[in-house]
């Protein structure tokens, strides 16, 4: 028995121990350096996008007096100035700077009538002290919409029933691929169909292409289940977004070309994998993942054809996620909630690109999941 | 920083040892954080604003910054001069930067006597020699010493042996009180120093709680009695000895003459006993409740007792950078920064955390606080070149160490009115940034804090983690308690946290300088802000509570450790808590709380055992002059 019993403890040990090996290789502080804190007002911010010349970030944030959703800001890294750009007024997300151009495009439901019964809703909702899950609740009212820095003017480019939204545009500024879910209400649904609307609508997210003027909008994704955040990457060539299966529980990074055609499966991750944003060499994707547990997201990056099993980047409690690095691949925006309680802030570091391209190299070949 | 404050002093023990294993921990981290560091380029020394600021407070003339010291007086002088050469200004009104306020810096005993009488008509029949059996009277002096917290004056009368002088309060449903079956009103009480030699552990550990001097003291006196005499058991450690006079930084006396007797006076008392001191402890020894004391009738004794409190001066150094435009109708036209520039000295205030092998030597306090004290000068030294369109406060203050003396000596004279102050920026301990962290606390104190914050880190770029709680065992606990809109920056604790080895070359002068950097873009945006900062009152987070077990209660009080006030003087109250719901404010003294009377801060701790939570007890307290009447409802602590 006592040798049984050594053998046995051995075996234990040696799951421990490899893991260890993997995991002590690579720290945070590896790729991220001088983490900081970037939005501190306001209840929560996220999805921070960079204008093409670096110097400024566009992001949603719960801090407009009175109206409790996401409104679109432009922050000015020089001077540390905020400005808001959206409407004031109901939900906003997903905004992307035009490249070439004094746009910004961002999804909106301020056309809705209802817009400021929502908000004053929420509100009541909020002071009563309840609490409920963050989630997102797909408003079928959401838009999407180009706004001019220079006249301030807003353009419609969507008005479609169903969710439009999660736009960002071409390197060249001519496209916007972006997430839609029209196919919910532009066609009659089977029952069971109907059941999943009214339980899950994300279900009948899939991507789209339109002309920066919202003219020629196409469908480029048919999969059920939540095709989104699509994005393209730096030379334009493909489209990087996240596919979930049909429980939307599973999702992994694909890619595919402008037109919808080869559809390529770049993550097998078995988690949710999603938010993929391609690094400006073009070598990696960044992405999130609940990989290492179903509450907690961490920032991973993989190769450019996924060839190997992606890689950690963060290391913190809590969420960490949509990471976007800058034009000049020198520094990472993300989300996290590593402040602290469970809203998300924005997060800017110092990314460490040559220690990134290591580590993908040191990478072992990816693993299919046991799911697939 | 200075870590002696809340409401329940005694809690203190633990929260330092709990700060001793955080730091041990923090010094591990540190060690990783070396090669972060590296990767940045290193400051040069002529290029820092910082460094030779930390150099000059934290070197070895300066001594430890003890505030009252000749090291005190001389970092002072090195402050005055750099202000000086800023331009920065005496406050309006004030002819000097130095503003002093007295202290009390300790205790000795002034010649306490003691004279002991045998009455004519008793007989000694067991120890004394025949030719004294009649009559017998010896003065010493030598043989007792005053308790620190003794009152001072003169007592005389008979003597009742209470045994070890302890009471447990009903509450533990214990059944122990040494007083239960005596009458000490008017009497001289002797009573042993400890606890029963004897007992078992769970006894033991219950009476050791209530086995305090200070909790014997007052229960002395809340059974009437006009002095109390402490005598070491010669069964007990320590056998006959007195008890040490100890630093004592609550100065307020017990409201009765306390003196410690030696063996020699403990025997000459017993003379008029029908047995021996040993005899009358080794009754008492296995902790029998039913054992009682009994009255001395064959002796009469006359106590001198005589404490001379030491008083000291401390210095703030306040200085201001008067607007460069005319200040007109622009609210709260004043805009403070400040840092504690005192420290422990060598250690001898008590509140060092020094091993053996370090007692007594010189505790630099580089990043406690001449770390803040560099980073308020070079925020001035900044500002000083820039336009104002406020007048900018710059504030050195001392006697943090000893309990935020300073900073409110300094908020009670108000030489600048502090409704006037649009906010006040702290700096304690911000020299020893790890992994680009920077702690900002009391943001809770204004809703402005957010974007003004946010603003300015977009340029510092630090990890900025915010804590919302202004109750911070540092001088903008005095700023929040006067409604002025605050905030306090901290690098974090380290395992040097007040002891010799916090010295200067473990500072990181360039983060250090970008903290100053951040302060003073902070400075610049509130002022050129047309509306001053508004003031929110944060309400208590309600620490869990470690020290003495059954001390789960919150007041919600905020005592004055430092003043001379019979009762318990509030320096303030905690936002929604149990005293401010009460109607209690600063300034206000408690005399009476359930019942038992309040002669100072241990009495008031003592009496918070008798509380329950949820259960409304009267408060009587003194305010302009008057008795007033309250009822307090105690909360659990969270």
């Known amino acids: ?372 | 920083m200075n870590h002696q404050r809340r409401d329940d002093v005694r809690t203190q023990n633990s929260q330092n040892s709990q700060k001793r294993i955080l730091s041990a921990v923090s010094a591990v981290s540190a060690l990783i954080v070396v090669a972060v560091v590296g990767l940045f380029a290193p400051v040069d020394a002529q290029t820092s604003k910082t460094r030779a600021h930390v150099q000059a407070l934290a070197s070895d003339r300066l001594e430890g910054r003890l505030a009252g010291s000749n090291g005190e007086r001389l970092a002072g002088d090195y402050i005055v001069s750099q202000l000086q050469q800023i331009g920065a200004k005496p406050l309006p009104g004030q002819r000097d930067f130095r503003l002093p306020f007295e202290f009390t810096a300790g205790t000795k005993d002034g010649g306490s006597r003691i004279s002991v009488q045998l009455k004519p008509d008793t007989t000694d029949a067991r120890t004394s020699p025949p030719s004294v059996a009649s009559g017998f009277s010896r003065t010493f002096e030598s043989d007792v010493r005053a308790l620190s917290f003794s009152d001072n004056g003169d007592v005389d009368g008979t003597v009742v042996f209470a045994g070890y002088g302890i009471v447990v309060p009903d509450s533990q449903d214990f059944g122990y009180d040494s007083y239960a079956t005596l009458d000490v009103k008017d009497k001289i009480v002797v009573v042993l120093r400890y606890f029963p030699e004897d007992a078992d552990q769970k006894t033991r550990s219950m009476l050791a709680r209530y086995a305090d001097l200070r909790y014997k003291a007052m229960a002395a006196r809340q059974r009437g009695a006009k002095a109390m005499l402490v005598v070491t058991g010669p069964r007990s450690p320590n056998a006959g000895e007195l008890v040490p006079m100890t630093f004592d930084t609550a100065l307020a006396g017990s409201g009765l003459v306390a003196v410690s007797i030696s063996g020699n006076v403990g025997g000459a008392i017993f003379r008029g006993a029908d047995k021996t001191l040993e005899e009358a402890q080794k009754a008492l020894d296995s902790a029998n409740p039913h054992v009682a004391g009994f009255t001395i009738a064959g002796v009469n004794v006359h106590v001198h007792a005589a404490v001379e409190r030491e008083k000291k001066t401390g210095h703030n150094i306040v200085a201001y950078l008067p607007a460069t435009e005319p200040i007109g109708t622009t609210p709260k036209p004043w805009v403070a920064v400040g840092a504690h520039y005192d420290h422990l000295g060598h250690g001898e205030a008590g509140n060092t955390l020094a091993g053996k092998d370090d007692a007594g030597k010189i505790h630099y306090g580089a990043d406690d606080n001449a770390s803040g004290s560099a980073a308020v000068l070079a925020v001035a030294s900044t500002l000083a070149g820039q336009p104002r369109k406020r007048n900018v406060l710059v504030a050195l203050w001392s006697g943090e160490e000893l309990g935020l003396i300073g900073s409110n000596a300094f908020a009670d004279k108000k030489p600048v009115p502090l409704d006037q102050l649009a906010a006040y920026l702290n700096f304690d301990m911000v020299g020893r940034m790890q992994d680009n962290k920077l702690s900002v606390q009391a943001t809770g104190t204004s809703p402005a804090w957010g974007r003004i914050l946010e603003q300015a880190n977009i340029a510092a770029g630090f990890d900025l983690q915010l804590q919302a709680d202004p109750y911070q065992p540092t001088d903008v606990a005095t700023f929040n308690g006067a409604s002025v809109p605050s905030l306090s920056f901290f690098t974090g604790t380290h395992a040097d946290y007040h002891k010799p080895s916090d010295t200067a070359d473990k500072i990181d002068y360039e983060d250090l300088d970008r903290v100053v950097d951040f302060a003073a873009a902070i400075v610049r945006r509130i002022e050129d802000t047309a509306d001053a900062p508004q003031f929110t009152k944060v309400d208590q987070q309600m620490q869990s509570g470690g020290g003495r077990a059954g001390v789960r209660i919150f007041t919600g009080t905020i005592p004055d450790y430092a003043t001379d006030a019979k009762g318990l003087l509030l320096s303030g109250v905690i936002g929604g808590g149990p005293a401010e719901q009460a109607g209690l404010q600063k300034g206000d003294v408690i005399v009476e709380i359930a019942g038992q009377t309040i002669a100072n801060i241990y009495d008031y701790t003592y009496a918070l055992e008798v509380l329950k939570i949820g259960q409304p007890a009267k408060v009587i307290y003194m305010r302009d002059g008057k008795r007033r009447e309250t009822t307090l409802t105690p909360a659990a602590r969270k």
């Open chain 1, 1 to 372: 028995m006592k040798g049984f019993r050594a053998a046995l403890v051995a075996a234990l040990l040696a799951v421990p121990l490899a893991a260890m090996q993997t995991a002590s290789t690579y720290q945070e502080r590896d790729f991220l350096t001088r983490v900081r804190r970037l939005t501190i007002e306001g209840r929560r911010a996220g999805e921070g996008y960079w204008s093409p010349d670096g110097k400024r970030l566009v992001f949603q944030s719960e801090r407009e007096p009175g109206n409790p959703f996401y409104q679109i800001y432009v922050l000015d890294l020089g001077t540390g100035d905020t400005k808001r750009i959206s409407p004031g007024i109901g939900k906003t997300t997903c905004a992307f700077f035009r490249p070439n151009s004094d746009e910004i495009e961002f999804a909106s439901t301020h056309a809705d009538p209802k817009s400021k019964q929502l908000q004053e809703d929420e509100l009541a909702f909020r002071a009563s002290g309840k609490e409920r899950r963050y989630a997102w609740d797909y408003d079928p009212e959401m838009d999407i919409y180009a706004y001019s820095e220079k006249t301030g003017a807003m353009k419609r480019l969507t008005t479609a029933r169903g969710y439009d939204a999660e736009g960002s545009y071409s390197p060249d500024g001519q496209w916007i691929v972006f997430t839609s879910m029209r196919d919910a209400y532009n066609r009659p649904l089977d029952d069971k169909e109907k059941k999943k609307l009214a339980e899950d609508p994300s279900y009948f997210a899939e991507i789209y292409i339109m002309r920066a003027d919202g003219s020629g909008q196409a469908r480029l994704t048919t999969v059920a289940g939540y095709d989104g955040g699509p994005f393209f990457t730096q030379n334009g060539k493909r489209i990087v977004w996240r596919r979930f299966d049909e429980s939307g529980l599973i999702a992994d990074v694909w890619t595919m070309n402008p037109d919808g055609s080869d559809q390529k499966q770049i993550t097998d991750f078995g988690s949710m994998s999603w938010a993929p944003y391609m690094h400006p060499s073009g070598e990696y994707f960044l992405f999130a993942s609940n990989k290492l547990g179903f509450e907690n997201f961490e920032i991973f990056m993989v190769d450019a054809q996924g060839a190997k099993e992606p890689v950690r980047v963060t290391y913190s409690d809590g969420f960490d996620g949509l990471p976007v690095p800058s034009p000049d691949g020198k520094q990472l925006a993300w989300t996290s909630s590593r402040s602290g309680g469970s809203a998300g802030q924005l997060f800017l570091a110092q990314w460490n690109h040559e220690k990134a391209l290591d580590a993908l190299k040191n990478a072992p070949p990816r693993k299919p999941s046991k799911k697939s």
